[in-house]
């Protein structure tokens, strides 16, 4: 307040009377001095009815409305302030209001599930926000959904260095009071404050959202640190509507989200010098007219003051550390990673009959015993038609294809949330017999493993203690049916008597995998950005780094991009909170091969089955001439393969990769299955003995969040009593043995399944870095045997030879490679754009200071009012003025005051979090592009010395990836192709070679159940040099149009919670620069 007190005493005969406390405020208001303006601000104690009172009886001109700021203090103050805020076409976050008059008041109109409340049934699905209608309470809650792992978060003013806490164990909404319920609104971690002075005046600061981690970033004097940035058109027309308000910027829309009303900025003395001059003026245009035209704009002892250097965070990864090149700049990072070390993912399958599990199935389906797609579906093989390929393509379907595909036509029943597999665990726990396997009254070999399957499933829905459908999964699908009469008499219907269970568990984030994919996020902060150094956080925290994380619809996936983006942006606390603000979802881009809907058809059949699986979401098996021969490789006696390719260029020849003698390794890995399998049993035979005679297996053990979103460290107590490693029992752990021994190889038919060896491989790796400890004799010896036979099967599952690599690699990431087109292309135009600005910029100083030069006739008086006129206001210009070139700095740093050395650098940084699927298949269009007929002569985009090392490197672990980095060399013509530089690097992710060695690093790893992560290595010779232009065109084939891109939808439920962006999608189209006439190789 002094300072601005200070900057309205500079015009001569103005005198400032303070009146903030003491004897005034006990006054009556015609004691009160007389004023002409005045200023008042509400806090505890102030007189707010006397201000108004004073105002009325002087008729003076008030810089606060004084009868406006009873509504921000009112008790119902902020549902008052969103329907004001509507009324003046301001966006606010979709709210409902719940209102009691006392507390716990049971209301009929409100109703809370498990994921969502309803307020007058408008649902609000979680995550959602939840405020107390009282302006002055500041605890704000965020409840999270259970498939993020559940939990709230409360925000509250900042107490020290924090400003919100995580409660994982709470989950129920408050009912002691009155709340609105908001819908939770994803900003990338950054939320804004804008203050405003009058109409025409506005400054807006960036800081870190407290709903990250609750962490409140400062400067070395201890004051949060916050930048300036600039408004939109849109944004500036609300600062003209509301007095001061906090911006929600949410997917290319910005929302008002609390109204603050007139207060003053942090340490931003040259916002305090602003102010006291729009006041200034306000004051004399009302009441000294005459004065106001002779008055500078701009305070005397600011003119030419020198522009103060930047300051570092306390932080971590604070300051920056040198300077990008000369000449050549990063604009954009590009990574696509795959998740961390995770536990082996398992299926239950059981045929169930009891009338308790079909029940279930036909409530959670809407009583559905099957679909109208099944119906049609049948009806074309019993000779409609379907897309004009009638009964023919089913015949065909019926030959190729396992019966299982028909099943998938039939409405199925997806069990997920803690609702649902409560009460399945509940049905569950009713049907498995009492009894254990051999017992009289389990007689039959069906009804054994039948009970025994039932036990799998009931141990899989106790694990954890808690329900998180992000890693666990219960899939109900009816097989058979029976005509039985209606309820009420009326007609009948169809009842299912049998239906498939299929349990999906497993594959959850490891405490080792949360490690690695933290220190690779530090990795990535520490080395992807040159130049800047640990300053990755200021170019992040100044709105100069454009950060977006995409994540598979996998928890392992989504779990591995939170805890990356936690050590990327030195985060602390909970993954929950960290997952829903920063990580965005994307099934269809990055989920496995289920989108692939052109791969599983078999590459070369041409009659049209795509058509028909794309319309009834029926996906076929994988390609069968590629399992086929790959099978005919394995189980031959022909020692080496070498059909295509040469001695010179092993990656060409078919079935690259393979181990000679497959056939005798396949025998010994039945061999040593049986044998691993044999131990794991005696290791169970106890437990199970105990469950049996005490029931334990009744008893829910207590609540443990990290074991459903991995666990930050190792479980000391269960090694040190000899358990498994993680939640997995012995019982568990040797159902999972057990069923691969049985799939590994079929003894009455003689015929092994190879598509087991990667699962066997799987077990093995995990069990030999997690449970060392329990001593399994013939372990290691069987990780050598799976990872040779898996180090061939793995990538030649993904074609045997490069040409069919290139195809099935093209279908699986097709959708992913024209995001990543369309990333670089977005870069380019958003650089372009920059330049050009700076360019016109530059030009039109230059202009100005010629035409200075020439005017020297002109007073100097008037020059230096008309430049102080035009520098003034530096972080806000007048909102009148045109608003043209603000559409080039959306979203970005003011750079006149914001104490940063270089305001215009700009990073577009974009992660793709997937499977090993799309790696394989992204690397595989990367080093065999070439192939394609329409780039017959181009070289590939790597070289062959990384083909090479690629060829040796076999697996592509977890935590592996590939990097994309542009460069943009500023000292090249905008139109020349060189001017943006593509640099492309690969890691082979953990590094396994410690679980072959004996030494001391071995041991400690052993210790601690954790791998480090492989180092970069260069896909380009050292001075080769990738043009954009080049990528473009090497891509585009195999990359799918921006216009291919379906409009984005919102799953129910979710509308703010991993959705997409409408206004993002729209640009996609607009900037892709090719288009649908391309080389049909591109479809």
Known sequence: MGVYCGGLTVVRRTQVNRSGGGNVCGWGVCRWPICDCLIAFHSSGYPLEKAEAYAALRKMLGADFTHNAFSLIDVSAIPWHNRRLELCGIPVPRYALVNREVPYQELDYFVEEEDFVEVHGNRFWKPFVEKPVHGDDHSIKIYYPSSAGGGMKELFRKVGNRSSEFHPEVRRVRREGSYIYEEFMPTGGTDVKVYTVGPEYAHAEARKSPVVDGVVMRNPDGKEVRYPVLLTPTEKQMARE???????????????????????????????????????????????????????????????????????????????????????????????????????????????????????????????????????????????????????????????????????????????????????????????????????????????????????????????????????????????????????????????????????????????????????????????????????????????????????????????????????????????????????????????????????????????????????????????????????????????????????????????????????????????????????????????????????????????????????????????????????????????????????????????????????YDSCKYDILHNAHLNVDGLDELFKVAQLLADGVIPNEYGINPKQKLKIGSKIARRLLGKIMIDLRNTREEAISVAELKSNQDQQSTSAKSEKEDADYQPKAHTKNEDTRRTSFTSEKSMDQDDDEDKETKYRLDPKYANVRTPDRHVRTRLYFTSESHIHSLMNVLRYCNLDESLLGEASLVCDNALERLYRTKELDYMSYIVLRMFENTEVALEDPKRYRIEMTFSRGADLSPLEKNDSEAASLHQEHTLPIMGPERLQEVASYLTLETMEKMIRPFAMPAEDFPPPSTPQGFSGYFSKSAAVLERLVNLWPFHKHGTANGK
């Open 242 to 760: 509301v007095c001061g308000f906090d911006l929600l910027r949410c997917e290319g829309r910005s929302y008002v989200c609390d109204v603050n009303g007139w207060s003053f900025v942090k340490n931003s003395y040259k916002y305090y010098d602003d102010a006291a001059c729009v006041l200034r003026k306000m004051f004399l245009d009302a009441k000294a007219p005459h004065l106001s035209s002779t008055i500078p704009p701009t305070l005397p002892w600011k003119v030419n003051e020198p522009v103060t250097t930047s300051e570092g965070l306390t932080r971590q990864g604070s300051g920056i550390i040198g300077t990008f090149g000369q000449s050549e700049e990063l604009r954009c990072v590009i990574a696509i990673v795959r998740h961390g070390d995770r536990t082996p993912k398992q299926k239950v399958k059981l045929k169930v009959t009891e009338e308790k599990l079909l029940n279930l199935m036909l409530k959670y389906n809407g009583g559905r015993p099957r679909s109208e797609d099944a119906v049609e579906m049948l009806a074309v093989g019993s000779g409609g038609s379907a897309a004009g390929d009638g009964p023919w393509v089913v015949a065909n379907l019926r030959k190729r294809m396992d019966w299982g595909w028909r099943r998938s036509c039939f409405d199925e029943t997806k069990l997920k949330s803690a609702i649902q597999l409560q009460d399945l665990l509940d049905a569950t726990r009713i049907l498995v017999p009492r009894t254990r396997p051999g017992r009289e009254s389990d007689s039959e070999a069906e009804d054994i493993e039948h009970a025994e399957k039932l036990r799998q499933v009931k141990a899989v829905l106790e694990e954890g203690g808690h329900f998180s459908g992000i890693y666990r999964k219960v899939q109900l699908k009816p097989l058979k049916w029976v005509t039985v009469a209606k309820a009420n008499g009326e007609g009948e219907e169809e009842r299912p008597v049998e239906a498939l269970m299929v349990l999906k568990y497993g594959g959850v984030l490891t405490h080792a995998g949360r490690k690695q994919a933290e220190e690779l996020g530090r990795y990535f902060r520490n080395n992807m950005y040159p130049g800047e150094g640990t300053g990755l956080l200021r170019l992040h925290s100044t709105y100069r780094h454009d950060l977006k994380i995409y994540s598979s619809d996998e928890g392992r996936v989504q779990m591995s991009a939170a805890a990356f983006a936690k050590g990327l942006l030195d985060l602390e606390g909970q993954l929950t909170p960290i997952l829903v603000s920063l990580v965005s979802k994307d099934s269809s881009m990055l989920d496995g091969l289920d989108n692939a809907s052109g791969l599983r058809d078999g590459i070369e059949t041409g009659f049209g089955l795509d058509k028909l699986f794309m319309a009834y979401k029926i996906l076929p098996m994988p390609p069968f001439f590629v399992q086929a021969r790959l099978n005919e490789i394995m189980t031959s006696e022909v020692k080496t393969i070498h059909s295509n390719g040469s001695s010179e260029e092993p990656w060409m020849a078919d079935g690259a990769g393979l181990p000679s003698a497959a056939s005798d390794l396949l025998l010994k890995l039945v061999k040593l299955t049986k044998k691993v399998t044999e131990q794991v049993r005696l290791l169970a035979k106890d437990e199970e003995e105990k469950l049996a005679e005490t029931g334990s297996y009744n008893v829910i053990p207590p609540y443990d969040q990290a074991r459903a979103l991995g666990k930050t460290n190792i479980d000391v107590d269960r090694i040190a009593a000899g358990l498994p490693c993680g939640s997995e029992g012995f019982l568990l752990m040797y159902a999972r043995w057990r069923k691969l021994e049985r799939d590994l190889y079929n003894e009455r038919k003689e015929r092994f399944d190879i598509t087991q060896i990667p699962d066997v």
